[in-house]
């Protein structure tokens, strides 16, 4: 598949600034969230087979800004992992999208951890 699909985010383990939109599946940065980010995603691949590749990543703002590649197995769960730094605004919007490149099907999971370390780089 040429397409992007979105991934679902539908279980919060802790997200104290309400920043999950779970309808949407979506990351919004609130009002007062602006800053540095360090991201991190891991992606949990199913049903793929062996030399596949699998491309999964993240968009900000609907524009996908960074992949993993992960390569297929068959009969095996295969892992990508992606980090990322980030400068966010309010109102910055990040989801998660994965696609394979050749049949079949696979099924993707994704975890992320999106933490906020500061409003600026350098000493204020």
Not at 2 to 19: A, H, Q
Not at 87 to 104: E, K, M
């Amino acid at each position: 598949s040429t397409t992007f699909l979105g991934l679902d985010l539908d279980t919060v383990v802790e997200d104290p600034g309400g920043y999950l939109d779970v309808g949407a599946t979506q990351i919004e940065i609130p009002t007062g969230g602006e800053g540095l980010y360090i991201l991190s995603a891991n992606f949990n691949v199913t049903s793929s087979v062996n030399d596949q590749i699998i491309l999964a990543g993240y968009a900000l703002n609907g524009t996908i800004t960074s992949t993993a590649i992960i390569y297929g197995q068959t009969g095996s769960t295969v892992k990508g992992t992606l980090s990322d730094h980030l400068t966010l605004t309010a109102g910055d919007i990040l989801d998660f999208r994965a696609r394979r490149v050749g049949a079949p099907n696979v099924d993707v999971t994704c975890t992320v951890s999106l933490i906020r370390v500061g409003a600026e780089y350098g000493t204020p």
